[in-house]
């Protein structure tokens, strides 16, 4: 059974890509004990299904998995880094590699 449900709105801004992207993502996350799973609307306008670990140090936390939904791989890697409600993850358009930066506000 799920510990936890969380809803959230997150707002991004892309860093380094050239097209223009979708920059708010609804968002619903299952988590039990460091396990995650969940969707979201991304930013290439599809819903994107996502499984992986949290790992929680001092001040951080680290989200590892893989997720889909988007154009260039069914299935991709996925990595953010969460401060507070802060993230930055890494992202790849065209070969180019480019940063997504934003604030989640969870309900």
Same mark, same amino acid.
């Given at each position: 059974?799920?510990?936890?449900?969380?809803?959230?709105?997150?707002?991004? !801004?892309?860093? =380094?890509?050239?097209?223009? $992207?979708? *920059?708010?993502? +609804?968002?619903?996350?299952?988590?039990?004990?460091? @396990?995650?799973? =969940?969707?979201?609307? !991304?930013?290439?306008? @599809?819903?994107?299904?996502? &499984? #992986?670990? *949290?790992? &929680?140090?001092? @001040?951080? &936390?680290? %989200? /590892?998995?893989?997720? &889909? #939904?988007? $154009? %260039?791989?069914?299935?991709?890697? /996925? /990595?953010?880094?969460?401060?507070?409600?802060?993230?930055? /993850? +890494? #992202?790849? *358009?065209?070969? @180019?590699?480019?940063?997504?930066? #934003? $604030?989640?506000?969870?309900?």
């Amino acid at each position: 059974m799920f510990k936890e449900i969380i809803l959230s709105l997150a707002l991004s !801004n892309h860093v =380094g890509f050239d097209n223009n $992207y979708n *920059e708010i993502h +609804p968002h619903i996350r299952f988590k039990t004990d460091n @396990t995650i799973s =969940g969707a979201f609307y !991304n930013s290439e306008r @599809t819903i994107s299904f996502y &499984t #992986g670990k *949290e790992f &929680t140090f001092d @001040t951080f &936390t680290v %989200d /590892m998995g893989i997720v &889909t #939904g988007y $154009y %260039d791989a069914k299935i991709a890697p /996925m /990595m953010i880094i969460k401060k507070n409600n802060f993230f930055i /993850m +890494p #992202g790849v *358009e065209n070969k @180019t590699i480019g940063l997504v930066l #934003g $604030y989640e506000y969870v309900f």
